[in-house]
């Protein structure tokens, strides 16, 4: 095998630990660590068919980013932060140079790279981002309102949007919103959600975890007549995290066009709990069709145990089975799988004003 078939299997390695609950940050470091020392060998060589394994300043790097064609845009942002790490490390000017120029960017399908390359960027630990409105299409303003509200940062309602000077559409208004920091009339919010089929988005995420379990609830409540948001009702309950939804997804997971979204959901907000009332062992049963099985058997048993320990502990938020605020979430952070991870961050963004200060950067695995 030679290195670039070395450094693609690693990548395809990759894609199956981000979205794996068995999948540990130790995994994720050693795949990084693995790629990086292929990635030296691959520009030790100086392989002109591969220009963006081989870029090295930040103009090959943008250029080549730019033009690739061969990797998708998940693989690609791992590449791109492997090329950061590798020449400018300890450079954040030179690093918000090229993140900068890659928002201005006037790559095809930008939006295929919305939300990854908002994620990628507010992880690196960047002073400040210059952007200009003018002359950006809708697309490119709304990644980067996506990125400001990943890096935390919040307008109030006084502060002057208009002088973003944006031709606005319906959706980068509906970003704009969201980076508000007070959403207004949530229900409403929702509706526009509806209205522009935006659902299943990166900021519909963000929106969710933002609410409080009344309002969340009826938002629920809304989706559920929709039979085509039914899945998306039980993925985004769990990442909700609100212990409450238990006994719903229990009895969900009994349904079998429902049990693996369900069991998705549960083993977000339970981690290692679930494995009280479901054996490890058949949660990650490689048959799928006896995976499912299993999982609709014991649902009844965790259903059961649940209720009785409902009585016992208090209605709280949870994530991989911690309860979520200010002091835990870093540590959530740190020691979950990337599924978690993932969930977790979004809900560090809601705890912005209350999370306290972490003497370690902690990262979202990418």
Not at 40 to 65: G, H, S
Not at 260 to 276: H, K, N, S, V, Y
Not at 281 to 306: G, I, N, P, T
Not at 320 to 331: A, F, P, R, Y
């Amino acid at each position: 095998m030679n290195l670039i078939d070395s450094f693609n299997l690693l990548l395809a390695q990759r894609h199956v630990m981000l979205s794996s609950f068995q999948c540990m940050p130790k995994n994720i470091e050693d795949n990084t660590q693995s790629l990086m020392v292929i990635l030296k060998m691959i520009q030790q060589r100086k392989d002109a068919e591969w220009p963006l394994l081989n870029a090295n300043t930040c103009d090959e790097i943008v250029d080549a980013f730019e033009t690739d064609v061969f990797y998708c845009p998940t693989d690609k942002m791992v590449i791109l932060s492997l090329l950061l790490q590798l020449h400018y490390k300890a450079q954040p000017v030179k690093q918000s140079g090229i993140v900068q120029a890659l928002f201005a960017s006037t790559i095809k399908d930008v939006g295929h790279y919305n939300p990854a390359f908002a994620l990628m960027a507010s992880q690196l630990n960047l002073d400040k981002v210059n952007f200009t409105a003018s002359n950006k299409t809708p697309e490119q303003i709304q990644q980067y309102i996506l990125f400001c509200i990943y890096r935390g940062k919040r307008l109030k309602r006084a502060d002057g949007i208009d002088s973003l000077n944006i031709s606005r559409s319906s959706l980068t208004s509906l970003y704009i919103e969201m980076l508000m920091v007070n959403i207004n009339e949530p229900l409403k919010l929702y509706g526009v959600f509806c209205q522009l089929d935006y659902c299943h988005s990166a900021l519909f995420e963000v929106f969710i975890t933002s609410l409080d379990e009344a309002i969340l609830s009826q938002i629920f409540n809304l989706m559920s007549e929709n039979a085509d948001l039914t899945l998306r009702v039980i993925e985004l309950m769990g990442y909700s995290g609100f212990s409450k939804f238990v006994p719903f997804l229990a009895r969900a997971m009994q349904q079998p066009s429902q049990t693996l979204m369900a069991f998705r959901a549960l083993r977000t907000i339970l981690g290692p709990e679930l494995d009280q009332a479901v054996p490890y062992q058949w949660q990650f049963e490689e048959d799928e069709v006896e995976r499912c099985e299993y999982l609709q058997f014991y649902s009844a048993k965790l259903l059961h145990r649940w209720m009785l320990l409902a009585l016992k502990m208090p209605d709280v938020r949870l994530i991989d089975g911690v309860e979520v605020n200010g002091t835990s979430i870093d540590k959530i952070i740190s020691h979950s799988s990337p599924v978690h991870q993932r969930i977790a961050f979004l809900h560090k963004l809601r705890l912005n004003n209350v999370v306290s200060c972490s003497p370690q950067r902690v990262k979202v695995a990418l």
